[in-house]
């Protein structure tokens, strides 16, 4: 096996508020390979974004890294330096949003947008940049005819792709997608992630695809994430989580998702609610909803165990 692209270890985001702490990223551990489609799951609330913006090092306060590791080639992110930081994002690791509108700037054209990215990091002349600017929006399935457009002028599935666009224009090893096709139609978001995924296939890049939609990332993922409470109850080959989850929260997300298994009938979703952060269960902090707890799962946090081949689940009770 290669040696991990990203390496997570015992990673603590904590947001610190007016009435203490609130921990929304719970000691995860996760690996990536280069080129690798790991998908990260879970409701609302329960982390995803701070996890994403962690590896990043761009959140905001109030948020804190409280402890951990994060190592991407090979380098410690946790110990590196503002120009340090500028030098890996964009370059080495990016980001697209929910909402390209984010990272797009109203009062210039998306062409001027790209070229000036490309020119920031680095040392080619502007003629260059702007040539490369039409060939990343041609390669994102927009013709370059648009590099005049203000983003204002474009659709939300074309913006979704120039922000697809400016996340691939430094050719990173890492690109992080936070619920980029939320915020689209189902057939623009299908055709989006076939792009992506076209373009991870002739680039190599690896990717991190977050979204609360289970089935739809089962479809997209390498490997899936499934996270509960601010922590990674269960990880595992797509195919695997797809046809024998193993965590009882798994199951239910499964269940409540019936586009993955084609023949169930309505979409059954988990009773009750995910628990706030700020007051979480103790032990697992699924036990409130899970049908099969036992009287241990109320005091004690079940580690995460191999349960298969690349298979882990934070369940002793589940079979
Ligand atoms: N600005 C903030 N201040 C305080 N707490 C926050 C803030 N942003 C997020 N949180 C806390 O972090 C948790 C995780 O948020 P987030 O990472 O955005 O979740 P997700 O992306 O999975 O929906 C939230 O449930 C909330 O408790
Ligand atoms: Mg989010």
């Known amino acids: ?8 270890r015992d990673l603590c985001v904590d947001y610190v508020t007016e009435n203490g702490p609130v921990r929304a990223v719970d000691t995860v551990d996760l690996d ?12 609302s609330g329960c982390g995803k974004s701070t996890l994403a913006q962690a590896l990043l090092r761009t959140l905001p306060p109030p948020a804190v890294i409280a402890r951990g590791r994060v190592t991407f080639e090979g380098r410690d992110v946790l110990a590196m330096s503002e120009p340090e930081l500028r ?24 062409g001027e947008q790209l070229a000036d990215t490309i ?56 690109v992080i997608l936070d619920e980029p096709t939320t915020a ?15 373009l991870q296939r002739t680039l190599g890049f690896a990717v991190i695809y977050i979204t609360h939609d289970l089935a739809r990332m089962l479809q997209f993922s390498d490997r899936v994430a499934i996270f509960y409470a601010a922590r990674l109850v269960e990880v595992g080959p797509a195919a695997t989580i797809a ?57 004690e946090r079940p580690a995460l165990l191999e349960v298969g081949p690349g298979h882990l689940a934070a369940c002793p009770v589940a079979r």
């Not at 060939?135 to 370059?144: D, N, T, W, Y």
């Not at 689209?184 to 076209?198: C, P, S």
């Open 184 to 198: 689209l139609d189902v057939i623009v978001e299908r055709e989006i992630l076939a792009h992506i995924r076209t």
């Open 119 to 174: 020119l920031a990091h680095e040392p080619v002349s502007g003629t260059e940049a702007r040539r490369r600017a039409g060939a990343l929006l041609e390669r994102v399935g927009i013709p370059a005819e648009r590099l005049g457009s203000y983003a204002h002028q474009l659709s939300g599935g074309m913006r979704q792709r120039v922000g697809i666009a400016l996340a691939l224009a430094l050719e990173p090893a890492l």
């Open 1 to 8: 096996m290669s040696a991990p692209l990203l390496s997570v």
């Open 32 to 43: 990536l390979s280069p080129g690798e489609i790991l998908g990260i799951a879970g409701e």
């Open 243 to 299: 046809t024998a989850p193993r965590h009882p929260y798994t199951r239910g997300l499964l269940r409540a998702f019936p586009r993955v298994h084609a023949e169930a009938g309505a979409a059954e979703s988990i009773p009750g609610t995910p628990p706030s952060l700020r007051t979480p269960p103790p032990g697992c902090r699924f036990h409130p909803r899970c049908p099969i707890a036992v009287e241990a799962c109320r005091r």
């Open 87 to 110: 030098g890996m994002r964009w370059r080495r690791m990016s980001m697209v949003f929910q909402s390209a509108m984010d990272a797009l700037n109203p009062v210039t054209t998306i």
